[in-house]
């Protein structure tokens, strides 16, 4: 019995180790990704976004399957758009203040901007076929 609890409270205290060692590296992570979020939100806020072009801000996570599937349509879709829509990426995990300002609340998420405004979202991954009627339909 005495075995049972040594090694329980050895499992806790290593628990608890890790749950400071985690909040105090969460801390760390929040101070460096405040100041990334800064640039970010400077790219994101340039002058272009207040210009009669449409941007287009693709939130991702490096961990997300489906943020990693949507590169090469976002890839095709840059060469085909780039002149009428300016692409810009943000990593919700590098600028979780933008994500939050924008209301991210699953990744992918694509948020088209018009002067600053939002015009269109659209969430979750999508084909090649689907993301084009959905630009043309914007572009229109």
Partial sequence: MK?????MCAAL???LMMCANSCANK???KETASSKSSEAEKVVKSPSTTSEKLVLI????TWCGPCKAMTPVMEQLEKKYGDKIEFKKVDIDENPELAE???VEAVPTFVFLLADDEI???VGYHDASEMTTIFDGILK
């Fill in 3 to 7: 075995a049972i609890r040594f090694i």
């Fill in 13 to 15: 205290g290593t628990l």
């Fill in 27 to 29: 801390h760390t992570a």
């Fill in 58 to 61: 693709d939130f991702y996570a």
């Fill in 101 to 103: 300002k924008y209301r």
């Fill in 120 to 122: 269109k979202r659209v």
